[in-house]
């Protein structure tokens, strides 16, 4: 006896069950990959204003830091309890504004590729994995190194270190809350 129920018209059915699994498996995997392609613009909309305000938080708060040194020269006047030179203090904010910078365009761009369905610039890194990298290298750094610099510096918190300690808890908590 054939496995072939009937042949004609060009069309063959297999009674087969291995077949009709097989194309089951084809028709939820196909389902699948068409959930996994929707966008999820929330999610997408909150990560990027997130690290957009960490990141203005960032350079805000190096630009007072500088101008307070370079511009008004109260770094030089004030008595500070400052352990390392000023001046390494702008170069090492500097540095984790720039560092700030990168790992905010590479999570946007990560970003942007995982919801058409493509892999990472480099090195396979999905978003979960340079947000780890963000608070790892960037957040918590960035935290103490302004709690360090004000509290030497004024005693107090300055308004931009407000700022940059408000978007660098809210780059945290979003961080750490995302998938």
Sequence with gaps: MSDVASVGGGSMTSKSTLGMYSTRSAAS????????????WPTIFRETFTNLFDLVGDWV???AIYSRHYVDGDADEEENNMLVDFEKIILVLLFFCILSTFLT???????????????SMCCNCTVPRLSLLGIVLEDLPQ????????????????PAAVLNICSSLSALVVRLTSR
Aim: glycine share 4%; aromatic share 16%.
């Design 29 to 40: 995997r196909s389902r699948k990959r068409k959930q996994n392609k929707i966008i999820n």
């Design 143 to 158: 935290f103490v190194l302004t709690c360090y610099i004000d509290y030497s510096l004024v005693g107090s918190l300055s």
């Design 61 to 63: 708060y190096f630009f």
């Design 105 to 119: 365009l590479w999570t946007i761009q990560t970003t942007a590729l995982a919801a058409c369905g493509r892999k």
